[in-house]
């Protein structure tokens, strides 16, 4: 059963009621709607909380899709903890600092992919920091320079938005898709696009900041030489 994904339309969504319609055989909470984002597209599955009828709580350790089109999610619950009951009314709560962590790097490494654009072929988001890997044929990059001009995108506040297109919209527009290792998932009939105004288009189902003044102040720690035209850029949240 497709799970309604809360966090797709507010990130900031911290905690809702849910009604739980599957147990998983590896321990896993199926409710018919979240604010848990699910492991995917280098961003971590969110942990929580999950409150039993009781009043009881039990830890969420982890979040994951259960199928390959990405359309159920489940709660996979500490090992021993207690699990509720298919049919039961749940409340889950996100743990928000490290959600919205997440939510100004991922936003950050778009802006990264609009100061280097060239192909994405790997990414990893973190609480605090994150990278990004590109196919560049000339390996000339400067830290300092990569810092400025992401600086200098932050310092506009740019809004940050979300809007829907059609996987026939995406086909006629193939240069929206900056990942080479990562797909936008086909077949639902819609694909998510996130836009950073005037800055950054690109189809994402990751959770963002509202505008990018929310990111704060970003460093390059590092860039590494992965493979004859792979650069590996890593960022980090002051």
Known sequence: MPTECLFRDDSYLQTCDARVVALTD???????RTVFYA??????????????LDDNKVNIVDTIYTDKSKTEI?????????????????????DWDKRYGRMRMHTALHLLSAVLPYPVTGGSVGDTDGRLDFDI???????DAIAAKLAEMIATDAAVSSRWIS????????????????KPPMGTGQIRLIEIANLDLQPCGGTHVRTVGEIGTVTVTGIEKKGKQNRRVRIALA
């Open 26 to 32: 590896q321990g896993g909470i199926v409710l018919d």
């Open 39 to 52: 492991n995917s597209g280098g961003q971590p599955g969110d942990t929580g909380t999950l409150r039993l």
């Open 74 to 94: 489940a709660h996979i619950l500490a090992p021993g903890a207690t699990r509720p009951n298919v049919g039961d009314t749940v409340t889950v709560a996100i």
């Open 137 to 143: 044929p000339d390996a000339g990059l400067d830290k």
């Open 167 to 182: 996987d026939a919209e995406l086909e006629a527009n193939p240069g929206l898709v900056k990942t080479m290792s990562v």
